[in-house]
């Protein structure tokens, strides 16, 4: 009894280790459709009724023979640019500017 409590924490610990090493990584995410435009730095698709513009660089594997019309899926992260701190509701600081 006591090995099979012992090793269910063990599994239980393993697991729980092994998703937050995993979970360094940013969430990829994909847009499916036609390819509206395409630059240098951006490849617009159409989605639904929407125009999704994702950046690329010189890292991007893009064909070399994509063309404007073509059907694309293209996997992508999310990267924050700036990070800018706001004061909590309720601080001195937004009670200060209220006055």
Do not use: C, H
Request: net charge positive.
């Amino acid at each position: 009894m006591k090995n099979t409590t012992l090793f269910s924490l063990l599994a239980a610990v393993s697991l729980s280790l092994s998703s937050m090493a995993l979970g360094g990584s940013a969430k990829t995410y994909q847009v499916t459709g036609p390819v509206l435009e395409m630059n240098d730095n951006m490849i617009a698709v159409q989605k639904g009724k929407d125009r999704w513009e994702i950046a690329r660089d010189a890292s991007s594997k893009v064909p070399s023979d994509l063309k404007v019309g073509d059907q694309v899926t293209i996997t992508y992260t999310m990267t924050a640019r700036d990070v800018e701190m706001k004061p909590a509701k309720g601080s001195k600081a937004s009670a200060q500017k209220k006055e």
